[in-house]
């Protein structure tokens, strides 16, 4: 309108970006607070912290945070329904991941050796959880996918590994090992699973049929008749 001045309105801020860049502006001590302070009264939160300070001072650090949780979670009696596993589950993916990434890149062996404990947990775990959709099972191939990637690197003498998994498939009682063999193939080589086949024949329980079940049933006199 004329003898009116249009005032210009001060742009608005925009709302900052949140992303690893804009967090790194705020500095080590802030995000340090900011970490404790979310992670107040929430378990799960604070051992994943102190994964990642025992990964910063190598392999041998994690593992022992890794073996004292799986201990613990070994432990445990307490029945878990589906929604109280999940959170489980997760954490359980969590370590699989940073044995199989963290560990497994520096300390092939190591992995390995974890990777057999966490597949351990099976019978004790998923005989106390609502398992109906299979997901946890599922983990437990993944772990089992991993070990045979990680022994393969980890170079293990294919005799004594060959007996770990013959141990292991007789022992298979919640179905966790149903693929080691085809998952520690190309480890094991076919020296390997030459005395791996040797081993289950030797362990395999012989059936003793009665008698009476061998010889064909006669017919009956009045048959005969």
């Given amino acids: ?14 709302r900052p970006s949140l992303n690893a860049r804009s967090l790194e502006a705020l500095g080590a001590t ?58 489980v589950l997760a954490e359980l993916e969590s370590q699989r991941q940073a044995i199989s990434t963290a560990i497994g890149s520096q300390a092939p062996a190591l992995a390995v050796e974890l990777l057999w404990r966490l597949l ?6 998923l005989d106390r ?3 109906s959709d299979d997901a946890g099972l599922a983990l437990f191939h993944r772990a089992s996918a991993d070990l045979g990637r990680l022994a393969c690197l980890a170079r293990l003498p294919v005799v004594a590994l060959a007996d770990q998994v013959a141990e292991a498939v007789l022992d298979n009682r919640e179905g966790q090992y149903d693929l080691l063999v085809s998952h520690l193939a190309e480890a094991l080589t ?15 329980p012989v059936i003793n049929r009665p008698d009476e079940l061998l010889v064909e049933d006669e017919p009956d006199e009045a048959e005969e008749e």
């Fill in 1 to 14: 309108t004329v003898g009116h001045r249009i005032l210009a309105q001060p742009a608005m801020a925009g």
């Fill in 129 to 131: 959880v609502d398992d």
């Fill in 30 to 87: 802030r995000l340090a607070e900011l970490l404790l302070q979310q992670t107040e009264g929430n378990a799960a939160a604070r051992r994943a912290l102190r994964l990642a300070l025992a990964e910063a001072r190598g392999p041998q650090e994690m593992a022992h945070e890794v073996r004292k949780r799986l201990a613990t979670l070994d432990r445990s009696e307490r029945w878990l329904d589906r929604r109280a596993f999940a959170p």
């Fill in 190 to 204: 076919p020296e390997g699973l030459w005395q791996l086949r040797q081993r289950l024949e030797q362990e395999r």
């Fill in 120 to 125: 351990e947990l099976a019978p004790s775990l």
